[in-house]
Structures are given as structure tokens and as C-alpha cells.
């Protein structure tokens, strides 16, 4: 997938469009999938707070996981201005706004700082490398809050054997697909 002389980012296009290939197809052909992560809650690590996120495009629906970590620790959603992104507390009631990129995010609660993020991707590896959508939200956020514990959630069709991870690009703790719990050592 490499050729001579490509750039990190060259090399990195080319793997997202591989990536989206292969989560659009996993999406379509692999049932119950958002109920599989969901029945593995409690292997997540714990802590007070939880960010997940609203699916958009064909990502795994995370909603019904964290509905099941709900009973142990308060849920955050992201919320994205231009370079910015931080996290608020959602609550029965609370209403969602239309955001850029395609989100749907929080219109109003508290921010906070999450200790565990569930964060969406494109493609992992085994050793936690992560391709996001290439916008960089996350490795921003995760380097201004270290010792945040992260787990990538995708299809288990995401994984590559490897990804050009630069120095900016956060790794993940574990990942968690509609087949298996992996823990990053």
C-alpha cells in the first residue's frame, strides 16, 4: 500500500478509503453488532465518567453500551468547535443539536473530563494504533488530558496489521469489536 517517497498522509488517505470500504461492508453484512459490544460493558475499565458518541455514517451504534455502562458512571458526549473538542455530561431529557461534520451532539450540560473515552475510528492494529477520520480531535484532546484510558470502538473487518502512526497520533488501550475484548498491553 505503500509506494516510494508517500508521505505519512498520502499513505494515510489510502488506508482510510480501505478502512471505510471495509466498515461499510462489515456494517452491512454483520448483524447484532451494537448488542455484542453492549454485552461486553463490563470488561470496559471503570471510572466516573464515560465519553461515547453518536454514530454517524456506518459506525456501530454505540448507544445501547453506553446505556449499559450508564448505571456505573455518568455519560459525555463530544461536542466539536473548528479545532476544539470538549465533552458534556447528557442526561435523561437533554436535547441534541446538528454540529459539524455530521454529529449530533449536546446542546447544553456540564463539562467534564472524561476518565475513560470511547472513541470512534476507522482502522486499528492490535498494538493500538488508531486511524481516525483525520481531522486530529482526539489526539489533541488525549494529549492535553493525558491519563485518560481509551477504547476504540469498531468492527472487528477494521483491524490492519499496521498503520503509519506519527508522533501526534494517540494510542489506544484496548478496542472493542462485535467479536472480542482486546487489551492493549
Do not use: N
Not at 65 to 94: H, S
Not at 95 to 112: H, I, N, Q, Y
Not at 144 to 165: C, D, K, N, S
Request: cysteine-free.
Amino acid at each position: 500500500m505503500t509506494g516510494v517517497g508517500d508521505t505519512a498522509a498520502e499513505v494515510k488517505a489510502r488506508l482510510r478509503t480501505e478502512a471505510m470500504r471495509r466498515r461499510r461492508e462489515a456494517a452491512r453484512t454483520v448483524a447484532g453488532s451494537a448488542a455484542a459490544i453492549a454485552a461486553r460493558a463490563a470488561e470496559l475499565p471503570a471510572g466516573p465518567v464515560v465519553s461515547g458518541y453518536l454514530p454517524i455514517r456506518d459506525e456501530i451504534d454505540p448507544r445501547p453500551l453506553m446505556e449499559a455502562l450508564a448505571p456505573r458512571a455518568r455519560i459525555a458526549l463530544p461536542k466539536v468547535r473548528a479545532d476544539r473538542m470538549w465533552f458534556l455530561v447528557m442526561g435523561a431529557g437533554d436535547s441534541l443539536e446538528r454540529g459539524g461534520f455530521g454529529l449530533t451532539e449536546p446542546s447544553g450540560g456540564e463539562e467534564v473530563v472524561p476518565d475513560v473515552l470511547l472513541v470512534p475510528l476507522l482502522a486499528f492494529t492490535r498494538a493500538g494504533g488508531r486511524l481516525g477520520y483525520g481531522k486530529g480531535h482526539y489526539d489533541r484532546y488525549l494529549a492535553a488530558h493525558p491519563g485518560r484510558r481509551t477504547v476504540g470502538i469498531a468492527f472487528a473487518a477494521q483491524e490492519m496489521p499496521e498503520l503509519p502512526l506519527e508522533a501526534h497520533d494517540a494510542r489506544l488501550d484496548a478496542i472493542l469489536t462485535e467479536r472480542e475484548f482486546i487489551r492493549i498491553a
